[in-house]
């Protein structure tokens, strides 16, 4: 389902309705560009460490604009054994709303642009009909400025006072009416009259009477009586007068007024938060998210629906597990075994079609009712909300192949299930030779890079002239890094020395290990922060702050479990395993209840989460609970 | 007429056409976004310098694309008296070419888009068809790139020999022409296998009996001999055949491959340069080249199709001189007199709507056969071809008016006019409180200033805060810097030094002089500059250089002139003056003729016209010609 500015609202409901419903959900977004940086190569090194990747996707991809974003929800259906699916997609753009409203400005990247254009892409529909949105920031400002009016509208002195309206000429009142509200009247004089009385209840009359009496009163009191329509017990409509006094009428015509700003306001805020309330929905469903190489798609929709990228990557560790606690990432699943041995291309397109054959199986899917199904034979690849569905059925049909493991094999995996545990919050990382994912859940693998040399050479080098230079090393890698320097990494740790200690006279070129030249680059970033006295005092404290974390011990044993060790349980294949015992062991598997009860409306409260992510981690950490329970069933790659 | 990129080429000659013929010329930009700065009001202070203006559009609006190029060509019939239009809309986007060509990035900004979608911008033209482009310095690379291949494949080494279309089986012969191919063949075998001649002329034949033998030769040698046909005297066509051993048969067939791939080469250089082409086209034209308001228009199409901005305001004059060397803007016209009085509203539309009416007169303009006429009544506004039609219809209304001050009074002004020359190279500054606009031709106008004062305070103040500050001072003018400061202009200069004394002794704000601002301004900067040596070694040598040039002296020249006197001037109208006597004193109104002459297909040499450019400018500065000559027809306000 397509959705736009125009008809958001309207399918709100259906959006929120698909995601409390589902048993997964699976996204995509689309860019105005991937990156801004010199080149891919420098952008995406091959030894970046994943610290290292973060801050050049912060730096280099986050003022690009998401403008398109594809949501597919998946439920299964036992009866039928199928998925019944619904795919939404939102096409974005930040229309300023009012005079005072951020005017965002974003980076088009003409190559992203172009592949778009000639995939068809619509721009009219993004930059025409794009659905607005703020993040927490801006949205917490313009509920301000409506507290403000709110405030303002109900004191009294800002108001002035309007009068309610008054009909200007008597009211036509049909010859069959006119003796009962001729009676009313004279009832009501009576009343005003007599002192004793503060309110009259007129007899129960159909609405056409109560419409003439009402537009008869407004004529014959043009400063205002008050007047009220109320239900009996015999859900019976009747009229009731009061006496107000003139203070006494203006304030309730005020809070009437209030009341109905106050509506008002709450919808303009509405429709200014836009598609971040799809985020929130999502966020506060607390459902398993999936997504095809998708820590770019994560960035971005935490950077424009939630707030701007924090500068550590462990704080945005911490932010994305409020964001979204539980997120699996297909392409690094079908990187990592079983799936790896036998499946060659992992790009999206390419997974689609391998996992329609043996061993695998295609999954069954179907569109819900009213939601437009996709013909993956016609392949719409790159709009958003396909990308979407096809992500979701990759991940059907590999969760559906660990179930063949189990004894007995089990034809359908579900989203729950322990099997796909180990693959959650891992984030594929692209073009790094060692390190297959960013760990949200913890501190990231530290491989040991011990064949692995830094290379300095003048500017004219080309790859030809680094495998000249290492020819005596056999087969070499080599990772660029910029003009004049690259990783090479050797196939014998023993050789490193020997290159370093050849190189040792040479004035063209230079070579060092990777430990040197991490330690290095380390003096280097302490020697800037010496620069200036302020910025080193912060320096020193933020040191003292860390040393002391347990971060580092346990990188260190990530270093010697998962990659000394690789030889050893790399090649092993999986062993079957009992299966969870069905979809109604929810709760044991972690989801908190607060989080599957009305989670539509507001944003997850990422602090309070946060601090709960903190305390969970450390947990973990001081137990090596959590590592140690993924390796048994996850498997590093050897080589990547 | 709409041109993208799919029928760009085609129609590049009917461009060319409507420059060449044209009396003046009408362009307008759409763009991407306007600033990225902060706010406008910060981007356009009442009191910035052209030189502080011209920095603030360079840094905060270059980013943008220029995505739309509107030009309208005018050119006057004398027979029909009226114009004949030409509009061009150009459709435009920095598609890349290969994959080594530049990946433009360019910022949006959320409001520009969402104006221009409001007006019904069509996006997916610009993105799927705009014209691509290239500045002069990618350019000058690709054309790099292009010689290396062109000498690769001229060498001899690196193209594998391809043998002549060998025809694989026999050529049919019609009957009728058995004869003369058999005897033709019989020929070429006598004389092949004698060794006293090196070439045989055939005997003229018809093309039908060229194109058999020519056939029945490569299918008889494959291994190829030369076959050339020559026109005799009488321009009958035959054919020589000459011997030629391996070698030179090898050395021609290459010459032929490399002329063909020359071709193809320069085809992708044109196609790759694009919409330059156009620019360089107007340029080279040296044409009057008419804007409504066009600063950014002429600072973003130098900036996107020829070079970066230079770093000084000094340089971008010269650089737009050679670029466009005789610029008139609408806006700065309509606001100077004798306009200034009668025009109450400048924005283009409002211009060209007053400009219907007495006492100017609508202009007689009709589209050229084959081009779509636009519908003034229709509003077509921001579309850059539509504007830039507007554009002209004000300048001709404006200009014709000017005839209505001659002696006997004229209903045609041309192009060519001396009555329009004051308004020549003046690019109007929007919301520049004294100095009405950028002189391209020339120092700027150095305004004194001594009402105004600089106000630096907390920032929570609002305006009101100045007001009341200041209420002892009459009517004051409040032109915000930033949070903290702004200046505030007084009605009467005496009372500077009053409001200066009283603030002496102020806790919460700060007052001085424009004077001292500027004084304390140029001391930062020195100051800052001192930081590094290499920088202030710099900074001394440019000093050395400036001290001794005639612009200061100049500018102290403009300052007496023209504003200390322009309660003398400014208030004098237009008196009649002799009009020009027709279009045939072209070449005394100073069109070189070396502009007029095939202009189409290079670039200007922008650094040859630079130094004319700085030769002429000398001449002028010392003799004070330019000035005196201007400010005798063009008044300059007053107020602003």
């Known amino acids: 389902m397509e959705v736009i500015r125009s008809n958001f609202k309207d399918n709100l409901s259906k959006v929120y309705e698909a995601i409390e419903e589902a048993d997964f959900l699976a996204i995509d977004g689309e860019f105005s560009g991937i990156s801004d940086g010199p080149s891919v190569s420098a952008l995406t090194n ?34 039928e054994e199928k998925y019944i699916m619904k795919s939404f997609n939102f096409y974005i753009f930040p229309k300023p709303f009012n005079r005072s409203s951020p005017d965002v400005k974003f980076v088009c990247q003409s190559s992203s642009i172009d592949f778009l254009a000639n995939q068809g892409f619509d721009f009219n529909k993004v930059f025409r009909n794009g659905i607005p949105y703020l993040n927490q920031e801006e949205e917490r400002q313009l509920r301000e400025q409506y507290d403000e009016k709110r405030s303002q509208a109900n004191g009294a002195g800002s108001l002035s006072y309007i009068s309610p309206n008054a009909t200007k000429c008597p009211v036509v009142i049909p010859e069959d009416q006119k003796k009962i509200i001729d009676k009313i009247v004279e009832q009501i004089e009576e009343f005003l009259k007599n002192e004793e009385n503060e309110s009259l209840e007129l007899e129960p009359c159909t609405g056409f009477q109560r419409k003439l009496i009402y537009q008869t009163l407004s004529w014959k009191y043009p400063k205002g009586i008050h007047v009220e329509t109320l239900e009996s017990d015999k859900k019976e409509r009747y009229i009731v007068i009061s006496k107000v006094d003139e203070e006494e009428r203006k304030r309730r015509e005020q809070q009437k007024q209030a009341k109905e700003q106050n509506l008002c306001l709450q919808e303009e805020l509405n429709d200014a938060v836009g598609f971040s309330r799809v985020v929130h929905a999502i966020a506060n469903s607390g459902k398993l998210v999936i997504g095809h190489n998708m820590l770019l798609d994560v960035m971005h929709t935490i950077h424009q629906f939630y707030c701007p990228l924090p500068d550590d990557l462990s704080e945005f560790k911490e932010v994305t597990s409020c964001v979204f606690p539980r997120l699996l990432d297909t392409k690094l699943m079908a990187s990592t075994q079983p799936f790896k041995d036998i499946i060659n291309n992992t790009s999206l397109a390419e997974l689609e079609k391998r996992l329609k054959e043996v061993p695998f199986s295609p999954p069954k899917v179907e569109s819900a009712e009213g939601f437009p199904s996709y013909d993956t034979a016609s392949e719409q690849l790159h709009e958003a909300g396909y990308d979407a569905y096809i992500t979701g059925l990759c991940f059907i049909s590999m969760a559906n192949f660990l179930g063949s493991f189990l004894s007995p094999p089990k034809n359908h995996v579900s989203a ?71 990783f090479v990494s050797l196939s014998q740790p023993e050789q490193v020395q020997i290159a370093v200690n050849t190189s040792r006279y040479a004035e063209s070129y230079r070579i060092q290990t990777y430990a040197e030249y991490v330690e290095k680059k380390h003096e280097e970033k302490r020697a800037k922060r010496k620069c200036t006295e302020d910025s080193w005092k912060e320096m020193e404290r933020k040191r003292l702050k860390t040393q002391g974390s347990p971060y580092i011990s346990q990188s260190r044993y990530y270093c010697i479990n998962s990659f000394t060790g690789t030889s050893i349980v790399g090649k092993r294949s999986m062993s079957p395993i009992q299966e969870e015992t069905g979809p109604d062991n929810l709760e044991e598997e972690g989801v908190p209840e607060d989080q599957t009860n009305s989670y539509a409306e507001s944003p997850p409260d990422v602090k309070k989460r946060a601090k709960r992510f903190k305390k ?5 950490v001081s137990a090596g609970g959590l590592t140690s329970n993924s390796t048994e069933i996850f498997e590093v790659p050897e080589t990547w």
Request: with cysteine.
């Open 46 to 79: 091959g030894f970046d460490t994943p610290e290292e990747r973060y801050q050049k996707l912060k730096k280099h991809s986050m003022d690009f604009l998401l403008f398109q974003f594809g949501l597919c929800t998946f439920k299964y259906d036992h009866t």
């Open 416 to 486: 729950r299930s322990k099997l796909i545990e180990p693959f959650f919050n891992k984030l594929f990382l692209m073009r790094v030779m060692d390190i297959p994912y960013l760990n949200l859940q913890g501190p990231d693998l530290q491989p040991k890079r011990d064949h692995v040399l830094h290379v300095t050479f003048p500017k004219e080098w080309k790859t030809s002239d680094l495998y000249q230079l290492f020819s005596a090393f056999g087969n070499i890698q080599v990772s660029w890094i910029d003009d004049t320097s690259a």
């Open 616 to 620: 969970i981690k450390s947990e973990q």
